[in-house]
């Protein structure tokens, strides 16, 4: 079952984005719903800084889970 992306879900890439200094399996979190496929994601460091916020289509997002479904 493929899980539908939401504000504020805590997703990882999928793929790299080496133009945006970006590596597979980095994570971000949805802050804005711009189409029905297309998101823009925040990535911050572990001091809470922004490095990268970009537009990313649900084909290159995985929905990550902390508890079990």
């Known amino acids: 079952m493929i899980q539908e992306i939401r504000l504020l879900h805590v ?3 999928t793929k ?10 980095q994570v971000g979190t949805v802050v804005e719903f711009l189409s029905p496929e297309v998101f823009e994601v925040e ?3 572990n001091e ?4 990268a ?3 990313l289509n ?4 995985l929905v990550l889970h902390y508890q079990p479904a």
Do not use: I, M
Not at 58 to 61: A, K, P, T, Y
């Open 53 to 55: 916020t970009l537009p």
């Open 16 to 25: 790299d984005l080496p133009e945006s200094g970006l590596l597979r399996g």
């Open 43 to 45: 990535f911050v460091d």
């Open 58 to 61: 649900s084909s290159q997002l």
């Open 48 to 51: 809470g800084r922004t490095y």
């Open 11 to 13: 997703v990882a890439l």
